[in-house]
């Protein structure tokens, strides 16, 4: 069945963090990997000589970036989801270069981490807002995904899934599996919860040494995960996402080594479904 190969792996530049974004996406795309999101670190990498180079090494190796994650979550709260209402055109044309840098990369997700905690805002604005910025991103050929955020309001399942309930198919949801365990949500109850609405994730592992390990460095039940994303019948990109060990010095190497591990795991187990 065709759904059988809808589940694949990547890396997302902010593994390497702070590593300059053109050098971490260089890394990640000559060591082979078939799949990256691009986590823009300041405004200058939006154009220019940091843009041109980031464009040529994606021709240069075929990578396909998945998803854009803009430096600018910090102050979504403020302009996006204040009750200060004229902040808003602003924030729309700001965000509206992002779109166009994803339209460039033929990057089809933009991630959004929302208001933190508490909110200003009713829910109900809150989820107006975001189909409203979700709406602009559409002629861009980009769909804005919600992340669940330890520190925001979008931690919360039972936010989520008001959220769904409000905006049907339009509310569109990327899964931070470190971030559904630090707000005490186990992944897989979110991904069976969200079903088809999820569509990217931000992944680790976890287990006794802690909640962002590379994947089979823990011991959460990854099988149980994945199977809950093949229900979804969605292509996911279970994009890998951890901080960097400055005290390893192999890090690097073990990133992308365990991105192949992840990938050869998702072809095996979706070969034996």
Known sequence: MNEKKNLTAGISTASLYPKELEKAFRIICE??????????????????????????????????????????????????????????????????????????????????????MPMKISRKENFERYLQLSEIAKPYGVTVLQENVERCESRHLDFLKEMKDNLGDNANFVLDTKQALRSGEDPTNVVKSLGKNIRHIHFSDSGKKGDCLFYKDGEYDNEGLFFALLETGNKITLMIETYRDFDDPLYENKLTENYFLVKNDLDNFCDTL
């Open 31 to 116: 060591a082979g990997v078939l799949n990256t999101e691009i986590f823009v670190n300041t405004d200058c990498e939006l154009r220019g000589a940091v843009f041109d180079e980031m464009m040529s090494i994606k021709r240069q190796n075929g990578t396909n970036v998945r998803a854009i994650h803009p430096f600018t979550c910090g102050i979504e709260t403020i302009m996006l989801y204040s009750e200060y209402s004229r902040r808003l055109p602003d924030f729309f044309d700001y965000y509206r270069q992002y779109f166009e840098y994803a339209q460039k990369f033929e990057a089809e997700f933009f991630i959004l981490h929302g208001a933190k």
